[in-house]
């Protein structure tokens, strides 16, 4: 009997997983604050948001309560927690709310903060590339999927980090909030494209049965990695439509900008 079959996956071992009342609780959070937004005399805020934040909620919990048994379930797990539930997330600037909330000083602070040198160097893209990427291959091509079959502890934390990662990179990449530190958006789309090759020669080696190191038939590994190649190729569609739209061409410099002549004053 496989490892995969002999052991239920991590997190639905006792039942219901209690990882999955994270996400309401993190909407919930995030409602409040918007509805304080919305009192009376407040600046608002877009319904639009709220909706994409609550949107990337459900998405973790699908991805939390989705069996895991084999490695099809996986796979769904990966890209539910990995890939669209952070889209979502982001799109709901959970930042920029953060900041309309709190208080003037502790809010300045939190300014400080994403302008520290760590910051910078943790919100670069290619830093959410290396956690994103870097632990999908380490994940599938190293014993540790594996030991997360037989560990639910270990399962858990793969898990949190796939949903911290893939936010950071999506955050870095075509987030709506704050990022004083953001390179170009030229230079975003290279990152992106990168992640894209990286992603889908991960689901190349899986559907050969290549260095990989998963306990599955090979009816499993071609079928979650079909999953992971084109769903996977459809969050990184949405990723880069969101990086395009926040667009905006740049001014050609030493060119100054024309304004319309002032109308001439009456006395």
């Given at each position: 009997?496989?490892?995969?079959?002999?052991?239920?996956?991590?997190?639905?071992?006792?039942?219901?997983?209690?990882?999955?009342?994270?996400?309401?609780?993190?909407?919930?959070?995030?409602?409040?604050?918007?509805?304080?937004?919305?009192?009376?005399?407040?600046?608002?805020?877009?319904?639009?948001?709220?909706?994409?934040f609550g949107l990337g909620?459900?998405?973790?919990?699908?991805?939390?309560?989705?069996?895991?048994?084999?490695?099809?379930?996986?796979?769904?797990?990966?890209?539910?927690?990995?890939?669209?539930?952070?889209?979502?997330?982001?799109?709901?600037?959970?930042?920029?709310?953060?900041?309309?909330?709190?208080?003037?000083?502790?809010?300045?602070?939190?300014?400080?903060?994403?302008?520290?040198?760590?910051?910078?160097?943790?919100?670069?893209?290619?830093?959410?590339?290396?956690?994103?990427?870097?632990?999908?291959?380490?994940?599938?091509?190293?014993?540790?999927?594996?030991?997360?079959?037989?560990?639910?502890?270990?399962?858990?934390?793969?898990?949190?980090?796939?949903?911290?990662?893939?936010?950071?990179?999506?955050?870095?990449?075509?987030?709506?909030?704050?990022?004083?530190?953001r390179p170009r958006v030229?230079?975003?789309?290279?990152?992106?494209?990168?992640?894209?090759?990286?992603?889908?020669?991960?689901?190349?080696?899986?559907?050969?049965?290549?260095?990989?190191?998963?306990?599955?038939?090979?009816?499993?590994?071609?079928?979650?990695?079909?999953?992971?190649?084109?769903?996977?190729?459809?969050?990184?569609?949405?990723?880069?439509?969101?990086l395009l739209a926040t667009?905006?061409?740049?001014?050609?410099?030493?060119?100054?900008?024309?304004?319309?002549?002032?109308?001439?004053?009456?006395?």
């Open positions: 009997m496989r490892a995969a079959d002999a052991v239920s996956h991590a997190g639905h071992a006792g039942g219901f997983p209690a990882t999955a009342l994270l996400p309401a609780v993190m909407f919930w959070a995030y409602l409040a604050a918007a509805l304080r937004l919305r009192d009376p005399g407040g600046p608002g805020w877009a319904h639009r948001r709220t909706v994409s909620t459900l998405l973790v919990a699908a991805g939390l309560l989705a069996p895991g048994d084999d490695f099809v379930g996986h796979m769904w797990q990966h890209l539910l927690i990995g890939m669209l539930a952070p889209l979502a997330l982001v799109l709901g600037a959970p930042v920029t709310l953060l900041l309309r909330t709190l208080d003037r000083r502790t809010a300045r602070r939190l300014v400080h903060l994403l302008r520290h040198p760590a910051a910078r160097v943790l919100g670069h893209p290619v830093t959410g590339l290396l956690l994103t990427a870097g632990g999908l291959w380490l994940l599938h091509l190293t014993p540790l999927y594996r030991a997360t079959l037989e560990n639910p502890l270990l399962h858990t934390l793969t898990q949190a980090h796939f949903l911290l990662s893939g936010f950071l990179f999506t955050w870095s990449v075509a987030g709506r909030d704050p990022g004083p530190h030229p230079v975003r789309l290279v990152v992106l494209g990168a992640g894209v090759a990286a992603h889908a020669t991960i689901a190349q080696l899986l559907y050969a049965g290549v260095l990989v190191d998963v306990p599955a038939t090979g009816a499993e590994l071609r079928a979650g990695a079909t999953l992971m190649y084109y769903l996977g190729d459809l969050a990184e569609i949405a990723l880069a439509l969101a667009w905006r061409p740049e001014r050609p410099t030493g060119r100054p900008a024309t304004r319309p002549a002032a109308a001439p004053v009456r006395a």
